[in-house]
């Protein structure tokens, strides 16, 4: 079968955010190494390094935003710039798939577009161009499935919840807990559901969904997407077992993290970081800084720059904060974060459960912290504390004394032994998934075949 996919090409199109990027990346190296060749459009703004990815093809299009909009850095407003985009690109693309198609001989055939769920026009263009499209899905299976029945779960009357029902399952969204729908709906409220139905109807007349994730993590959500979108399922594991994220960082990354792991002892550095969307505040930025020095415990913690929100990068902290925290600490701006998570010297992450930090953490055995910012975060983390109990949960509280409790009962007590001992099954499962034979490593086979015959 090998044979036949050379003289094959994918198109792949990542939505322009971090998390997005990576997965997508990824998935080109899985597929290229099944012999497919792979080309990749994308946008201006964080647009991937193409240095760092001699074997594929990379074709930039326009995507129409000005400076002020994207003046975050890699870091943007995600609703507005996914509005944004999602008009401004879909001309730009349109031409450039045409070309593209126009441009492919009979040796080298076009077989697919594979984009981000987060594209709403793509199944149209694609449609039109008579190629057919598979959709990336870059969230857990049990988050994608909800978005048909978001709209109807934030019209329950559910908000604002009462702290006798805050700790309640929402019915239609388990583990889901009543207490973090604000924050999974965030200002955006109804303005959602224009945006939630277009992704089902695009993905329902898709080709073939792409999960990031394997039945050893949920194989019932896996069947329920079936049922839900009505197109074939491919759940093909974390996709940095196969191949590491980090030659598709748009941030640049501190290197010198890595000595420093290599001078602290085994499983003793709490590793924080927040990934590349989420903000917080000066009095929040300053409670994870007194919380941390507190625990007396080591930790390595990105900030990343802006993230603090009103601040640069750390200058809140004063002059004896900052020497009390790297007494025991490093605080850097961005980190090869996979490399960091499978060190020998990290015993815990602080995290804010993003589907592809949450996933990195797993597959390295490390317990987490959780701290989740809103959208799919906040189910990632009722997983990772309720579910597999491969964590703890801070429940929003970002209190310093909350802080060093959780990290101290993370790294030093009989309770973080049984969640380190918990953490270390799933990981060896998610592990025998993505070996030969596994569920994950046959799915990549299935999906490899699924393409050839489109
Ligand atoms: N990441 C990194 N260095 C950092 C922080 C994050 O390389 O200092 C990577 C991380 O490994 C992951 C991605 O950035 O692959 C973040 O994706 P995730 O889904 O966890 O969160 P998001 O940034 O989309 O909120």
Redesign the pocket.
């Known amino acids: 079968m090998e044979e036949k996919r050379n003289g094959l090409r994918v198109i792949l199109f990542p939505l322009p955010?971090?998390?997005?990027i990576?997965p997508m990346l990824q998935l080109a190296n899985i597929l290229h190494s099944r012999g497919f060749s792979i080309t990749v459009i994308h946008t201006r703004f964080n647009a991937p390094k193409a240095s760092s990815h001699p074997l594929f093809t990379f074709l930039q299009i326009s995507d129409g935003l000005s400076e002020t909009q994207t003046k975050d850095g890699p870091s943007p407003n995600v609703m507005s710039l996914l509005a944004q985009i999602n008009v401004n690109a879909e001309s730009p693309f349109r031409d450039c798939l045409r070309e593209l198609l126009l441009e492919s001989k009979e040796s080298e055939r076009v077989s697919c577009l594979i984009d981000d769920c987060g594209w709403l026009f793509t199944q149209t263009v694609a449609e039109s161009l008579n190629l057919p499209r598979l959709v990336l899905c870059?969230f857990k299976a049990t988050f994608f499935n909800a978005y048909p029945s978001l709209p109807l779960i934030r019209t329950k009357g559910y908000l604002p919840v009462s702290d006798s029902e805050a700790e309640d399952s929402v019915p239609e969204f388990p583990p889901l807990q009543k207490r973090d729908l604000s924050k999974v709906f965030g200002e955006f409220g109804e303005k959602l559901d224009p945006f939630l139905h277009a992704v089902v109807e695009t993905t329902m007349s898709s080709s073939g969904l792409i999960f990031m994730s394997c039945e050893e993590l949920e194989k019932d959500s896996l069947t329920i997407a079936n049922e839900i979108f009505k197109v074939p399922i491919f759940a093909i594991g974390p996709f940095?077992s196969y191949f590491s994220?980090?030659s598709s960082?748009l941030?640049t990354?501190d290197e010198t993290c890595i000595p420093w792991l290599g001078n602290q002892k085994d499983k003793s550095v709490i590793y924080v970081?927040?990934?590349?969307?989420?903000n917080i505040t000066e009095t929040e930025f300053l409670e994870i800084a007194c919380g941390l020095s507190n625990s007396k415990q080591p930790f390595l913690w990105?900030v990343?720059p802006g993230s603090v929100l009103g601040a640069k990068w750390t200058e809140p902290l004063s002059e004896g904060l900052v020497r009390s925290l790297e007494e025991k600490g490093k605080i850097?701006k961005?980190?090869?974060?996979?490399e960091?998570l499978a060190h020998r010297a990290i015993g815990g992450f602080l995290?804010?459960?993003?589907?592809?930090?949450?996933l990195?953490s797993i597959c390295e055995g490390v317990p987490m912290i959780c701290l989740p910012?809103g959208w799919d975060?906040m189910l990632n983390s009722r997983f990772v504390s309720d579910i597999w109990k491969i964590g703890i949960h801070l429940e929003g509280r970002i209190d310093k004394k909350e802080i060093e409790k959780a990290v101290r009962m993370l790294m030093e007590e009989n309770e973080g032994e049984k969640i380190r001992e918990r953490m270390k099954v799933l990981k060896d499962e998610v592990e025998k998934s993505v070996k030969h034979g596994g569920s994950s490593f046959q799915s990549i086979e299935t999906l490899a075949n699924h393409i050839l015959l489109l």
């Open positions: 955010l971090q998390g997005c990576n870059t940095h994220a980090s960082s941030f990354q970081s927040l990934g590349s969307v989420v990105v990343r850097v961005w980190a090869p974060q996979q960091v995290t804010h459960n993003g589907w592809n930090s949450t990195e910012g975060q």
